[in-house]
């Protein structure tokens, strides 16, 4: 697509339940990146996929969070057993891969914002 | 790994002042630097980047930010700002050989009238 997909744009939750956001990223971009936007933070690095590699998931706060990328195309990002503080807007990013050719700098998405009651 | 820091988490300044976010970074090897803005209610977007060549780069609004690797800083300047300018500004660093990229925590630029 033209740009990079996130769905839902808001997703409100009770305390307890599981939540899949999902992002589609720019055709033929082969890195993809997560991001979590707390009120007043800045942007928190969650998990990086390249490729066909193992992803990078040094930034994932506990292991409620998950992600998996299908295809190499789309990934979906799952929070289990949803906290109060999962409250957040994530963002996905993607872009072109290390040595394909010069950094373009990241696409974000618009944001899934994430409400837990 | 390579990581930002933003010391300025507001600056509100007035319209037609010169602006300056400060922006250093920690990295042992080469890097590429990025600056992000995002406008009230809206996602991020590319404003500024360094990759090689000239330390000064610039785009056609007027934002300008410098290299200076014996600082290790990236800062963004603007020599007279408008309130359109409000908005949040990122930092952002990957290391030149892949393409994990690290963000300040963000510097809230307010431009009273």
Redesign the interface.
Known sequence: GAGVSQSPSNKVTEKGKDVELRCDPISGHT?L?W?RQSLG???E?LI?F?GNSAP?K?GLPSDRFSAERTGGSVSTLTIQRTQQEDSAVY?C?S????GES??????????TRLTVV | ?QSVT?LDSQVPVFEEAPVELRCNYSSSVSV?L?W?VQYPNQ????LL?Y?SGSTLVKDINGFEAEFNKSQTSFHLRKPSVHISDTAEY?CAV?LS??????????TRLTVKP
């Not at chain 2, 050989?97 to 963000?106: E, L, Q, T």
């Open positions: 890195a990146y991001y933070q800045g942007l690095f990086y390249q990078d040094s963002l990013a872009s072109r891969g290390p010069s950094p373009l700098g990241y696409t974000f998405g618009s944001g | 790994a933003q590429y990025f992000y996602g991020l977007q590319l980047k990759l990122f990957t050989n892949n393409n994990d990229m690290r963000f300040g925590a963000g």
